[in-house]
Structures are given as C-alpha cells and as structure tokens.
C-alpha cells in the first residue's frame, strides 16, 4: 500500500462493510500508482468492481493512474432534485395520474428507446455540449443550466474516441431512465434540520419535489466496456502491478489514459443532457396530469450532481494546492461553502448533495463542507446501498404485493416490470439515514432536508 | 442437480447476478452460456424463431473470448432488439468462434424483460475442465 485506506463508518457499520470484502477493496486502490493521500471509502462503502462503490480516489496528474473501474460502468449516474411551487396537499388527490403521464412521458425499461432517435453527427453534438445541446433544442431552459454540476457539461470531450458500438447503444437512449435502480420520485419536503440553508435552496415543509436518478444509459455501459479491454493491455504495456485486475488502468499522462478520460467525458455529457431531457418531459407530465401552467407548478432544478465520475480538480494537500484526478465512483462532490463551482445563489451555505434513499422511506439534502475540503477531496457519500442481492429481495417478496404495501403508505409506484418493484423492494436496502447521520458526524456534509415519497416510476 | 442436466445455475453477487455454466464440451459451453444470459433478460419459453444471424469474433483468450461473446449477444439485444434463444457454436478455438444464433424481434406484448444486462465483467471469471466436461462463471453488472 502506497497509502493508507481510510473508511468512514461507525462501530456499527463496520460489521456489514467487513462481510462484503469492501475494506480489502479500498486496501487495493491503496497500491495503485500515484494515490494521494488517502484510498478513501464514504459510509455507503460495498463490494464493487475492483474498486468499492463508495470509494474516492485522488491521483497526482504526473505520477498518478486513471482508472475505468474508479467510475464504474454507470458513467455519470447522478441525481436531480427540482422543486416545486406546489405544496402535498393539491398533488395527492393526483397522485395516480401524475405517476401514470409520468410514466407515459418518460421512458423506462430495459433497452427503454425514447422519442429521440439521434443520428451520428447529433448525437457527437450531445457529446460534446451536454444538458447545454438539450436545451437548445427546447428542453428545458438555460437557467437549468446554472443548477448543474459543472454547468451540465465538462470540456475536452472527444467523440472520435468512442466506438461505434457506444454511439449505436446511445442513439436511442436519450431521454430514458433504464432499469434497476433508476428512478424518478414525486415526493415532499418531511423534515428541514437547517433552516438557513433550506432557505436558500428554495426547500420548505411540505413543497412538492422531484428526484430524478439516472445515468449515461448503454453509451456510457459501452465506454466503460471498451476501455477495460484497452486499460488491461495498458497495465501490461507500464508495467503496472495490481493487487486485482480490475483495477486496470493507465498512466494518466499515457495516449491511453487521455483516451479513456476524453471518452469518459462524452459519457458524463450524454448523462447530463439525458436528466435535463428527462425534466423537462416532467414538467410536461405535471402540466398534463394537474391540468394548471407551468408557471403554476413552478418545477425549477434546485441541483444536480454526479455519483460516478472522474474529475480534476484542485485541493489542498499538505498545505499546498494541488491538482488531481478525483475518482468518486458511488460517492458524490459536496464543496464547501464559498466554492467558485457553486452557483452563486447557494455559495454561502455549500453546494447541494443530493442522497436518494429507497421506494418507500426517505432521501436527503445536504450540502457540502469544510470537512470534505480537507479530508475527503470535497466528496461525500451517494446513497443508501443494497442490503440484499436481487435474488433475495425476490424471494422475499414472493407472495406479497410491493406496489400495494407501498400503496397502503400512500406511496403510487408504476414500472415496467413487477421484477423491477420486486427487487427494488425497501428493505432491500440499507436504511439511509444513518449513511447521511455518519457523514454528518465526521463533517463532511450537514443535512439541510429529508425528503418522503408520493409516486415513482422505475424501469 | 446433476452437471450433466444442468445447463447453468443463477448464482447471487451483492448488487448483480452471475452465472455457473456448465457443458461437455467447450461449444456447449458456450451455447450454455448465452442461453444463461438470456434467461436473465427473459423468458425464454416465450421466445420463437424467426431471425438467424451469423457471428464470428476473435479475443485474446478464451475467457475474453467467452465475455466477447456474451457481450456481442447482449449488444444485439440492446441495439437490433432481438432476443435470442437458440445458439450453434460451429467452429471454437482459444482466440476465436463463429456461430449461427435463431431469436425473434422483441415484442412486449409476448416478452417480458427481467432486467438489463449493462456488462459482462471480467470478476471472478473463469473456465475450467472437469474431468470430461467443463465449468465457467461469469458475473454480469446489473
């Protein structure tokens, strides 16, 4: 190990995270070349490919790797939270017909194919501009834009560095939520815990809210794909050693590390303009199930971040300023207050980090702090992690009807198959109160709202 | 069950699904594995022939060879949406294969889609004799 592996967890947690061989995990990102400071595992930490989900890893831009596995497959999965003027009690007497246009107007599913159907030199246009191409063309507004991590679209994306495989998976998945864990959830402001930072993101009791989780579709599947095979000719090729082989990578200053980060970043463009598409078909959804103007409903982006992603930013480390290539695969940024990469409206109480939780119980808001600056890269954790595999969650639920329990808690979910519903059920997963509770306690994000479920749609 | 019955078993991983794939000779093997792959997508009883497609591809082993494979297959699913349920390995080697693969256009009026397959990884990947026949797992991201 070139640096210490460093978990943020409680007592309690430990025991479950040690089960699933996620600690020898983030020990092996540990001896990767390069590594800065710490190999890093926020308290969502479980078993991932090579490297955990969960895991945030900084590389020195000289001596450091980049690495396919640090990302994951899902490239730039993130999640959108929208706000609404509306408050629960004029949208539950709906709720059955907002879930229903919601589903009409957004597809989900396996190999879900949305209205757009982009051709090759559309679709290097959405590689290039991300959520910036979507609004041009009518989806969305530009202030849209200003609520995005990075704006919705990173520079020096290269299509010329994709396959023609990414680009055909890609082509017809613009506009689609996919299937597993994906969703978009109606839900309402439950709890606010920080008053002043509530305010300022817009967030009150009781308003009507939207999330939306979902990622680069097949494209970004396919970059992932394609650049595991080049990176694993890479290792050889630097003579790098590796504890696990799915760690492969390459030096990040290497023909092959360039590649994999310019084509990395036509996936993470593909994702943003894929969650602006995706609001803006929801606010059409509402307009069409509560039948008053969009100026009504008010549907505004409070935030958007990304969960899987590789970036490079600029830190502190040993007093100095450094750049480095983060990798958050599973964890998400979470800056401070008085950050320049946060939209002005929010720079005094701290970027907005949006935790989903499960169908059934609650998702969080936080925002980012001085602790994460100085520990973590600025990143915190993602989610709430699956307490069961897909096959358990099925047999637990066999016998049993998910959709109408959660019906019985006032919560309407609609998805493509009953599988999905099945093996997404709660219990699945862990509760995510205490992932945010940790990471509020080890300060690197405050809780600012909590957030309960009306209605899903899911693949 | 016994090996000799028993095509492939669905095997639990954390957040995925694996496959144990198991034939008595290496092109079973791998006819096995890609009806494995499909079971996952679908139901493959519901599946008719009426589209045939040739494919021949070339890796760097035979474990590449067997993830490059399931992975072509689960392209054409995801890009041409046919959905494939009868698989001839006629020619394998180490580094390459040729085969004919029958299915039909998907249809959700008939199929019912369990899950997208976003991966064939390279985790816990292996093939192995056993005596006279042969094993493989694969895990697949979901």
């Known amino acids: 190990m070139r640096v210490p592996a460093r978990i943020y967890a409680t007592q309690d947690m430990m025991e479950a995270i040690r089960n699933d061989n996620a600690p020898q995990q983030a020990m092996n990102v540990a001896h990767l070349p390069g590594i800065v400071k710490y190999s890093l595992a926020m308290p969502d930490i479980h078993w991932g490919y090579g490297f955990p989900i969960g895991g945030v890893a900084a590389f020195d831009l000289d001596e450091g790797v980049i690495s396919p596995g640090g990302v994951g497959y899902d490239i730039n999965c993130g999640v ?9 009690p004029e949208v539950i007497p709906r709720i059955e017909k907002l879930v229903q246009a919601l589903f009409q107007s957004v597809p989900t599913g396996v190999g879900s194919r949305g209205d757009l159907r982009l051709n090759d030199q559309v679709e290097k246009q959405v590689l290039g501009n991300g959520a910036a191409w979507a609004v041009e063309h009518g989806y969305g507004t530009e202030s849209d834009l200003e609520y995005i991590e990075e704006n919705g679209c990173v520079q020096a994306a290269d299509s010329n560095l994709v396959s023609q495989k990414a680009l055909e998976r890609g082509r017809s998945q613009l506009g689609t939520l996919g299937s597993g864990n994906h969703f978009l959830e109606v839900g309402y402001v439950a709890e606010i815990y920080d008053k002043k930072a509530a305010q300022v993101l817009g967030l009150e009791m009781d308003q009507v809210t939207v999330i939306i989780h979902c990622g680069s579709r097949g494209f970004g599947h396919q970059v992932c794909d394609d650049y595991l095979r080049v990176m694993n000719c890479a290792v050889e090729k630097y003579n790098i050693g590796l504890p696990d082989r799915q760690l492969c990578c390459a030096p990040l200053n290497s023909p092959e590390g360039r590649h994999y980060l310019s084509a990395m970043r036509c996936a993470v463009n593909f994702a943003f303009a894929n969650r602006q598409v995706i609001a803006s078909w929801t606010r059409d959804a509402f307009e069409k199930a509560l039948g008053r103007e969009a100026s009504e409903i008010g549907l505004r982006t409070v935030y958007e971040v990304a969960h899987n992603i590789a970036k490079i930013e600029e830190h502190i480390v040993d007093s100095h300023k450094m750049k ?11 800056f401070a207050a008085g950050s320049q990469e946060i939209p002005a409206a929010y720079r005094e109480v701290g970027q907005p980090v949006l935790i ?7 998702s969080y808001v936080l925002v980012g702090s001085e602790g994460a600056m100085l520990n973590t890269f600025g990143s915190t954790c993602h989610g709430a992690g699956r307490a069961m595999s897909r096959v358990k969650a099925r047999k637990s639920a066999r016998g049993r009807s998910i ?7 006032g919560i309407v979910v609609q998805a493509s198959s009953r599988r999905t519903i099945d093996e997404e059920l709660p219990e699945a997963y862990k509760d995510v109160t205490s992932v945010v509770d940790t990471c ?6 405050k809780k600012v709202a909590q957030l309960r479920p009306l209605g899903c749609i899911k693949g | 069950m016994s090996i000799k019955t028993c095509k492939f078993q669905q095997i639990e991983h954390t957040a995925d699904v694996g496959l144990k794939i198991f034939g008595a000779s290496q092109k079973e093997l791998f006819q096995n594995a890609a009806e494995g792959l499909f079971s996952i997508i679908t139901n493959l009883s519901k599946v008719r022939n009426s589209v045939t497609r040739e494919l021949s591809l070339t ?5 590449a060879l067997l993830v490059d ?3 072509e297959l689960n392209f054409l699913f995801l890009t041409d949406r046919i959905v494939f349920n009868e698989f001839k390995v006629h020619e394998l080697n180490d580094t390459s294969m040729s085969a004919s693969i029958c299915g039909e256009p998907l249809n959700f009026s008939r199929h019912e889609i369990y899950t997208e397959v976003k991966a064939v990884t390279y985790h816990a990947l292996y093939i192995k004799r056993i005596q006279t026949t042969f094993e493989a797992q694969v895990i697949f991201d979901l």
């Open chain 2, 59 to 63: 890796s760097t082993d035979t474990e």
């Open chain 1, 80 to 88: 959108r939270l929208m706000a609404s003027k509306l408050k629960r």
């Open chain 1, 440 to 445: 509020q306690l080890a300060g690197i994000s």
């Open chain 2, 69 to 71: 494979w399931l992975s």
């Open chain 1, 324 to 334: 480095v290539c983060v990798h958050r695969k599973g964890a998400t940024r979470a």
């Open chain 1, 403 to 409: 959709a109408s329990e959660l019906r019985a808690q």
């Open chain 1, 356 to 362: 989903p939780g499960d169908m059934g119980r609650y």
